[in-house]
């Protein structure tokens, strides 16, 4: 492959993983970080090593366990039930067809659903449902923390190191 092809299948993979960040569908980081390897092995290494590529695949690894962990622990607190965790997760993939709007309201709609299905009580299942999302949330702000700190460590090393 040539030079600029590599170039533009690596920045084609980090925009597509910037936008995987708030699509739950991409798996953002993930797609991120393969795009920087593929940008690190155009020049053989040379100005990305292993020890740069290392420390970017431990922020992949964390923003992925937050990731999955975020809105189920935020349900947890709560005393979630699986199926409420559950439909938080099908109401995040179910919602991306609806646009904004369903990427904000799905997984809360999941988990007030799947909660109400085990329990019956609108009250306990509105909790569930507001706790999933804002763990979601907060696990959406720390994916685009941990994603701008990757970026910010990719061009320093980059053009820097």
Not at 108 to 133: D, I, K, N, P, Y
Request: charged share 5%; hydrophobic share 65%.
């Amino acid at each position: 492959m040539s030079t600029v092809a590599l170039w533009m299948l690596a920045l084609v993979l980090m925009l597509v993983g910037v936008l995987g960040i708030v699509l739950p569908a991409l798996p953002g980081i993930p797609l991120m970080y393969a795009g920087m390897v593929v940008a690190a092995a155009i020049d053989d290494f040379q100005r990305i090593g292993w020890v740069t590529l290392s420390v970017l695949g431990f922020f992949t690894v964390v923003a992925v366990v937050i990731e999955f962990a975020a809105s189920a622990l935020g349900a947890k607190q709560f005393g979630a039930s699986a199926r409420a965790i559950w439909g938080a997760l099908i109401g995040t993939v179910v919602g991306l067809f609806f646009g904004v709007a369903g990427l904000v309201l799905g997984p809360f709609v999941g988990a007030l659903v799947g909660e109400l299905s085990v329990h019956g009580r609108l009250g306990q299942a509105g909790r569930v449902g507001m706790a999933t999302w804002i763990g979601l949330i907060f696990g959406t702000l720390a994916k685009i923390a941990i994603a701008f700190a990757m970026l910010g460590i990719f061009v320093l090393a980059y053009f820097v190191g």
